[in-house]
């Protein structure tokens, strides 16, 4: 009992540091006034400030702030090209670290300002187009790496080990890696596994690895971004509709068992039904990642908003089961996209029954 004790209250102590590093970009931040005696004023910790900052997507990338005696802020983190696009004139290289530090930045065809994450000509007869690489896109790049370098390193532990006990990097992955082909692609996809594998393993895999960056401080939630979740859908949709064999197509136009007359209506219904299974997928994802994101930091807050000390301790016993939870959420989230991927392209390319 000592001992389970003890377990716990290290993972207590972990989560107030992990805590500490989350709220570090936003919390007691100064105002920048001085009183009569030349002492900051401390303004009120928000912590709608702080969830929005985690969950949004931004131009730079911030891992942790500061603030001076004098009550400005420093941030610490990646420094990201900003690429606008100006019409009639071209392209435009800025940094996104010079939009901290002013509010209106110059540049070769003209002054933009940074607003709410949206870069805009000052000129408001000037259009601009964005193609920055922001945070989330960042994360995502990062995470294609970091697959490659993990597969890579499958891959040559397969080739070593032929016929062997798997080991290293290869043992961790590999009862993911058959109980997604055994378990979820198979069942739903039959002879055709094969096939879709490559794709299928791929995307679960993608997912995953962005829903755990997610998670870590600093990090980006790239796969609490409706974007990153629409272009999963659409992959999806397209390897769906691609495959699709006669009999799908001819249960959409001419559903078996259904009249004549009644074809008209069906048809349309059956037309939305090719939409509304990516468009499902895409806003599950979507909504689970960020839903989960701002519930772990809402618990979080309660530390700075009550600003007691033992509320740390109270809510530590909170925030550690929810944290866990989270990682199974992103494991989750990842086989259910992957499954219903699966379900939706097997029903596309089985044979008649």
């Known amino acids: 009992m000592k001992s389970t ?11 107030l540091l992990f805590t500490a590093l989350l709220q570090t970009s936003s919390s ?13 004023h401390v303004k009120e910790y928000n912590p709608v400030e702080t969830i929005l900052h985690h969950v949004k997507d931004e131009h730079y990338w911030t891992l942790y702030s500061t603030t001076d005696e004098s009550g400005h802020e420093h941030h610490y983190g990646i420094n990201l090209p900003v690429i606008l696009y100006v019409e009639g004139q071209g392209l435009e290289f ?32 000037v259009k601009v187009l964005d193609f920055s690489l922001t945070k989330n896109a960042a994360s995502t790049g990062l995470s294609v790496i ?15 080990n032929a016929g062997k006990a798997p080991s290293g ?12 082909r055994d378990e979820v692609i198979q069942p739903n996809l039959g002879k055709n596994t094969d096939k879709f594998l490559p794709y299928l393993l791929t995307l679960f895999f993608f997912i995953l690895i962005n829903n755990l960056l997610g998670l870590v401080p600093g990090g980006a939630n790239a796969s609490g971004n409706i974007s990153f979740t629409m272009l999963m859908a659409v992959f999806t949709l397209i390897i769906t509709n691609i495959n699709g064999n006669k009999h799908y197509w001819g249960h959409i136009f001419a559903t078996p068992g259904v009249p004549g007359w009644l074809l008209p209506i069906m048809i349309p219904v059956e037309l939305i039904g090719i939409f509304t299974k990516p468009i499902a997928l ?30 740390g301790g109270v809510a530590s016993f909170i925030i550690i089961p929810l944290f866990f939870m989270e990682i199974f959420v992103a494991f989750l989230q990842a086989y259910i996209f992957t499954m219903l991927s699966a379900l939706f392209i097997g029903s596309a390319v089985s044979d008649h029954h």
């Open 5 to 15: 004790y003890s377990f716990y209250t290290r993972f207590a102590t972990l989560a």
């Open 28 to 40: 007691y931040a100064s105002d920048g006034h001085s009183d009569s005696h030349g002492e900051a």
């Open 94 to 125: 800025l940094s996104s670290k010079d939009f901290l530090h002013h509010n209106e930045v110059k540049g070769k065809f003209g002054t933009y300002v940074n607003h709410h994450e949206h870069i805009a000509s000052v000129d408001e007869s």
């Open 146 to 160: 970091l697959l490659l370098i993990i597969f890579s390193a499958i891959s040559k532990g397969y080739k070593k």
């Open 169 to 180: 990097i290869q043992s961790v992955f590999e009862p993911l890696i058959l109980y997604m």
């Open 282 to 311: 895409m806003l599950r994802l979507f909504a689970n990642i960020t839903g989960g994101h701002i519930v772990l930091l809402s618990f979080m807050s309660l530390v700075f908003i009550l600003e007691a000390a033992w509320v």
